[in-house]
């Protein structure tokens, strides 16, 4: 099986079609994108200028990466320090962020009806937000027990190589 360009592909056809030089757009926006495009197709004649480039970005992207690992690796060990508590944090956020969005959820239909306008946005919109909190809670200590996702996985252990 042949490797197409995005740009030969049925949606990168598509995307030509309905917004002329979109990928030439973004090509010039994220330069690395189209070096390592370029590059991959296998183009002898990227100047060396670009090449150069590309080095840097992707040793910038290889440092940030570095930073997360440590930083990961950090938290790992502050874990096995304080894990009693940690876990008992982590703990009493899952059992009681649904509970509370629930109520908040039942609140702000209780608002909707008794409210006028204007407060109810306000009201409405702090709901929202608190929510919004609640949830991130719940995603960040999933994220810090099972790992955000498996790509993140396959980063370190590429790294690791």
Known sequence: MSKKRFKNTKVGQWL?????DI?????????PAKLLSDLIDGRDDIPEADKATFKEYLQQ????LDYHRENTESARGIYSQSKDITDSLAHKIMNWNLPLILLLVIINI???KYLDSA???IVSNVIG??????FEERSA???FFFG?????KDKESYLKK
């Open 16 to 20: 030509n079609d309905k917004a002329p």
């Open 23 to 31: 990928l030439d757009t973004i090509g010039e926006a994220f330069p």
């Open 61 to 64: 992207y290889r440092m940030e």
């Open 110 to 112: 209780f608002c909707v």
């Open 119 to 121: 407060l109810l946005a």
């Open 129 to 134: 937000m608190v929510m919004q909190k609640l």
């Open 141 to 143: 200590v999933t994220n």
């Open 148 to 152: 955000s996702s498996k790509g993140s």
